[in-house]
């Protein structure tokens, strides 16, 4: 035991002197104090989603998260399998630890918050039924050819070393191809990243169709009420250009990452932030606003507990989610920048959604002229190809997607998630993966339409 100590002493020891000389090289204070509380908090809580909710095995769990940073690779990670936890330490500095509770997923364990657990109370189980797509899971509407293709760009993909895990793709309504690889099948709940803001943004829309929230209104945060963020629209959060400041270059020291993985409210986290810019004029993407979104959706409705329960009667319900995890952080709000899984089909679902003008499953959703302003450029004078948390393939000097149609939009989010929607092509195409570099998509996509 003395050794032991000894041991973890001089590694701690060694730890700082290593930190120490990173800053003799330009990394920053800031960087090297938040470093090890990040590092546990983002292996904690990645890997704890990966097997509890998506099933995959530790090995490639692991695999994956190191990709974001060789530093992750000196975590200790302990599985307790029974109450379904993971602990991360780092060298002995720092320690997290991340649970999973069935139908609300992970989260990082912070003392005296306890909401996750009535959260569970709230989940409806999905209706399995054999309904075709997208009311149900059934899917008999392959096309072959259409199938031919799919299959060839996920395995071209995957000899490239892109990791595409799932690849759908929808016309008229209708699954008539998809592909699986890498440990992932048709019921395998996906990480969409930043393509969690794109359901956020749905999950607003579906109260201003009730008439419960007006987005052109202010969001009436208390915080903001005696400066000048009192002013910041509903629309301006939608569209990113709050005016807050709010870095999201995900380095340890960064906003992004300590709202995510240093924080217990992403929400709370964000609401301190102060005003760089007026209202309505400056894009600056940020996952902080997404949460101040989702914070809105639960104001709204009266609270965590409140929410889980709408969310699911009136969104994943009425969307027909047969395989999906909102995850919520330790307070209870939805991560609504992003920590939704959700399996390919389900993905698609939001997009046929969109394609649909609010309609899916025989229910609206959201009103008819929603997309339209969903999917009209910002006002902004830097960027302006970003509506209510879609990306847009028309509305700046240059397309994001030049061999797509200019009427396609998109949820995107880290590691080349994608749900392309294209309306002159009445399609939707997914894709989930974990890709380190650049990727193909439009290409690619581009491809998939040649063969509808």
Sequence with gaps: MRFVKILGLGLAAGLLVLLGGLSLIGISPSYIASAPAVATGIGAKLLCSARYVSGFSRAQAFDDLVQYSGILDQLSVEYDEEAKRVSARFFGVAEKSSTFIPGVGCAIDYADYTVRESLAEEVLPSIADNSPWPLGDTVATIKTDVQREVDAVLAQDNERGLNTRALLVVQGGKILGEAYAQGANAQTPLLGWSMAKSLTAVMLANLEYRDQLDLSQPAGFADWQKDERKAIAVTDLLTMTDGLDFSEQYNPGDDATAMLFDSPSAADYVLAKPAAHAPGGHYNYSSGTANLLARIYED?????????SDYEKTIARALGFQNAVFETDAAGGFVGSSYLYASGRDWARLGQLM??????????????DWVARATTPNDSENFRAYGYQWWLNDGDAQRAWPDLPADSYAAMGNRKQLVMVVPSADAVIVRLGWTAGQYPDSQNFARLLDAL
């Design 300 to 308: 709204t409705l009266g609270g965590p507990v409140a929410a889980r």
């Design 355 to 368: 394609l649909n003008n609010g309609v899916i499953n025989g229910k609206r959703i959201f009103a008819e």
